[in-house]
């Protein structure tokens, strides 16, 4: 018995669908990684620099205040309207001919204060906490009678700014040592 040949459109079928597959499989296997690797690394890098421009923002605010703040509104309208702090973003030393603006460009070239308040990946508010402290006295008579109890409550000595995509943190609410070190440093 002899068979018949299988039609050649067959064959140009099965080849055609294997062209698709390979082509499928190196995008899949090649291609999108990379982008997902350099969308990572983008939304990092930029998440820490608005973090970084955050901490400059704190340290601003607390020389004005002699506090910090957790509210990231306040904070941005204090960067958009102070007087002292547009002075020093327009400034230049000249001692070492650099420009005094204490805020660092985003990736895409310039500073906008309102970036501050959202990560560039899921647009999720950054976390930032003040600490709070309560310190106690007790005031007595010359016979050892209480009085009074003084309390005094102390806000802002220390923050904590968190990154809510998982790119790191700035400060600490519990060690002075960490008051504005970032978690890349």
């Not at 499989?25 to 291609?31: F, P, S």
């Not at 999720?124 to 906490?129: E, V």
């Not at 309390?151 to 923050?159: E, I």
Request: charged residues 25%; aromatic residues 10%.
């Amino acid at each position: 018995m002899t068979s018949k040949p299988e039609p050649w459109y067959i064959h140009t079928a099965l080849y055609v669908v294997i062209v698709i597959l390979i082509a499928v499989l190196i995008k899949v296997a090649i291609i999108d990684p990379k982008d997902v690797v350099e969308s990572e690394k983008f939304f990092k890098n930029e998440s820490r620099l608005r973090m970084e421009n955050i901490k400059q923002a704190e340290i601003l605010w607390e020389q004005k205040h002699k506090n910090f703040t957790d509210n990231l509104d306040s904070l941005v309208t204090f960067i958009k309207y102070d007087s002292k702090v547009q002075e020093l973003i327009s400034g230049f030393d000249t001692i070492i001919q650099r420009s005094s603006n204490p805020f660092s460009p985003l990736l895409n070239g310039e500073f906008v204060a309102d970036s501050l308040l959202r990560s560039p990946k899921t647009f999720a508010d950054y976390i930032l906490q003040i600490d709070t402290s309560t310190h106690v006295d007790t005031v007595t008579n010359r016979y050892g009678r209480i009085l009074r109890i003084d309390s005094t409550v102390v806000l802002g000595k220390r923050y904590f700014l968190k990154d809510p995509d998982g790119y790191g943190t700035i400060g600490s609410l519990f060690d002075d040592a960490l008051k504005n070190t970032a978690s890349w440093e």
